[in-house]
């Protein structure tokens, strides 16, 4: 048997096979239990040879065959997988409504899948193969539902964390975001509709938000960092979420390129949020509520400022029900005595 055909019986890549024999490396526990298996050897051969000794050949008494699933052997395989399947297909079946052997059928079918290279698929670089069968087998069960597709699903969920770890930061961040808006989704089923009157406490829990001096709507970090805003909303249960559209970027690098940032005042952002329900906030909305914000602020000052300058006395006002009002009485006796006027059309 060639290293290639080793490799393929026990479900590994030819390079485990080939740094085993050359001594490069050690596979590991699963790998060299699936070799073992592949060459018919007992479990701990290569332990042994690796000690100096001889492995121990398993012949058609062993341990392997007392571990079949199926005593009956090919028959019993097929009439049982052929009974299972039209089980399956009637409505309302699960996999609890199954005979015992059936049910170990399916539970020795998701071990071999699991040891078969799924799992690992992402941990282990030596199987990108595996990967890629995951990716695959998700393709052509999406929409399904029966026992192949939620098997595929169960697999490919328990390395959903290292598959997410291999996204670039703005996909990976989409994901999170995802996963927790689910969860609150999840949460706040049969809770009914959420109560938008009081969000002091939700929005003053937001990032601070900036708007540059093209209109777009950036997102704070804790770092100083700004990422693109796409929208934002308020889910249930009170949660505001705030959808990117960028990884974050430093300060510096958004300023250069877009503008001067403006700190967005949290009372537009609540305003916003009241008026928009459960729908979502568009970033030119936030931006043109920041906007009309800030010049209603700068009329709000320079009004101040006008109220609070010294106004000077009043002079030359006449009062029709008191011609003497505004008039220093002090200045009017030191006024010189005038003769008076000539007048056109004398009263007689």
């Not at 399916?106 to 670089?125: C, H, K, M």
């Not at 708007?211 to 700004?226: C, L, P």
């Not at 928009?276 to 043109?288: H, V």
Request: glycine share 8%; hydrophobic share 35%.
């Amino acid at each position: 048997m060639t290293q290639a055909d080793v490799a393929i019986k026990a479900s590994v890549s030819a390079r485990s096979v080939h740094n085993l024999e050359s001594g490069a490396t050690w596979p590991q526990a699963a790998n060299r239990e699936r070799i073992e298996q592949a060459l018919g050897w007992a479990p701990g051969s290569l332990e042994t040879i690796r000690d100096g000794g001889e492995p121990t050949e398993l012949d058609g008494d062993g341990p392997s065959q007392s571990k079949s699933l199926f005593p009956g052997g090919t028959a019993d395989a097929k009439r049982i997988i052929n009974g299972t399947a039209e089980a399956m297909h009637r409505p309302g079946t699960t996999l609890g409504d199954l005979d015992e052997t059936t049910r170990a059928f399916f539970d020795r079918v998701t071990q071999l899948a699991t040891i078969n290279g799924l799992v690992g698929a992402v941990e282990n670089p030596e199987h990108p193969q595996a990967l890629a069968a995951i990716r695959a087998s998700l393709r052509e069960n999406i929409g399904r539902h029966g026992v192949t597709p939620d098997l595929v699903r169960t697999v490919a969920a328990g390395h959903l964390g290292d598959v997410v770890s291999q996204l670039d930061a703005p996909r990976r961040d989409q994901v999170v975001e995802l996963a927790y808006r689910l969860l609150d989704e999840q949460e706040s089923e049969g809770g009914g509709a959420s109560s938008f009157e009081d969000l002091d406490e939700e929005v003053n829990a937001v990032p601070d938000l900036g708007v540059t001096s093209d209109g777009q709507v950036w997102e704070r970090d804790r770092h100083g960092n700004w990422a693109a805003v796409r929208t934002i909303k308020m889910e249930s249960r009170g949660v505001i979420w705030v959808g990117r559209r960028s990884a974050f970027m430093p300060a510096d690098t958004v300023t250069s390129r877009f503008g001067d940032i403006t700190i967005v005042d949290k009372k537009v952002l609540r305003e916003l949020l009241r008026e928009a329900g459960s729908r979502a906030i568009k970033p030119e909305s936030i931006a043109a509520a920041a906007l009309q914000s800030t010049s209603s602020v700068r009329d709000d000052l320079a009004a101040r400022r006008d109220s609070n300058t010294p106004r000077g006395p009043v002079r030359n006002v006449v009062d029709d029900d008191d011609p003497t009002a505004g008039i220093d009485w002090r200045d009017y006796a030191a006024h010189p005595k005038t003769d008076p006027l000539e007048e056109d059309n004398p009263t007689p």
